[in-house]
């Protein structure tokens, strides 16, 4: 158990809708950051936040945003989704996101979009 | 740019000795990471690398040479729960933005 909780661990929804996905860091992170992975597909690296600021951005597409609040926690929104969008969408958190940190996953939440 | 290269699969048997390579492109080095990853299940950090060298941790040992860009991961006495995808990973952006490989999928056979 890495200390990063992420909900819900399983989801199912249509295309078109929108959903979020949560996640807790380790206790005292201050750095959240958010992965895909899809199918067989390496772990794309999607936004960075740290202590409530964004601080890097992958190829997120513009229908997903992302936002970490003061309680540290972030949710990750996707809209408007499309079956592709189906992946395991991974959150991560590192002490202060400074070179060398440790980046540790929680669990992942399924998405599978029908 | 940024750029990671891995094999994408290796077979080795158990007990043996394994090496997956790693090579990169980067402005700026940060240090290298492996993880470990199970099918369907979150990655798991397995060694972080700043300094040219080899660092040892039980089975495991990663290498560095910046100046070849290059990494590897030794697994030694391979056990069949050794099977997984093992991930290479660069912080890029001074750190901000860490990287990930496609990853190297082991199959252990016995």
């Known amino acids: 158990d890495s200390g990063v909780t992420q909900t819900p661990k399983h989801l199912i929804t249509a295309t078109g809708q929108r959903v979020t996905l949560r996640c807790s860091p380790r206790?005292?992170?201050?750095?959240v950051y958010w992965y895909q992975q899809s199918l067989d597909q390496g772990l794309q690296f999607l936004i960075h936040y740290y202590n409530g600021e964004e601080r890097a951005k992958g190829n997120i597409l513009e229908r997903f945003s992302a936002q970490q609040f003061p309680d540290l926690h972030s949710e990750l929104n996707l809209s408007s989704l499309e079956l592709g969008d189906s992946a395991l969408y991974f959150c991560?958190?590192?002490?202060?996101?400074?070179?060398?940190?440790?980046?540790?996953f929680g669990e992942g939440s399924w998405l599978t979009v029908v | 740019g940024q750029n990671i290269d891995q094999p994408t699969e290796m077979t080795a048997t158990e007990g043996a000795i394994v090496q997956i390579n790693c090579t990169y492109q980067?402005?700026?080095?940060?240090?290298l990471f492996w993880y470990q990853q199970h099918a369907g299940e979150a990655p798991t950090f397995l060694s972080y690398n700043v300094l040219d060298g080899l660092e040892e941790k039980g089975r495991f040992s990663s290498f560095l040479s910046r100046s070849k860009g290059y990494s590897y991961l030794l697994l030694k006495e391979l056990q069949m729960k050794d099977s997984a995808s093992y991930l290479c990973?660069?912080?890029?952006?001074?750190?901000?933005?860490?990287?990930f490989g496609a990853g190297t999928r082991l199959f252990v056979k016995a």
């Open positions: 980067t402005s700026g080095f940060n240090g």
């Open positions: 990973a660069v912080p890029f952006t001074g750190g901000f933005k860490t990287i």
């Open positions: 991560a958190s590192s002490s202060t996101g400074e070179v060398g940190n440790t980046i540790y």
């Open positions: 206790s005292g992170d201050l750095s």
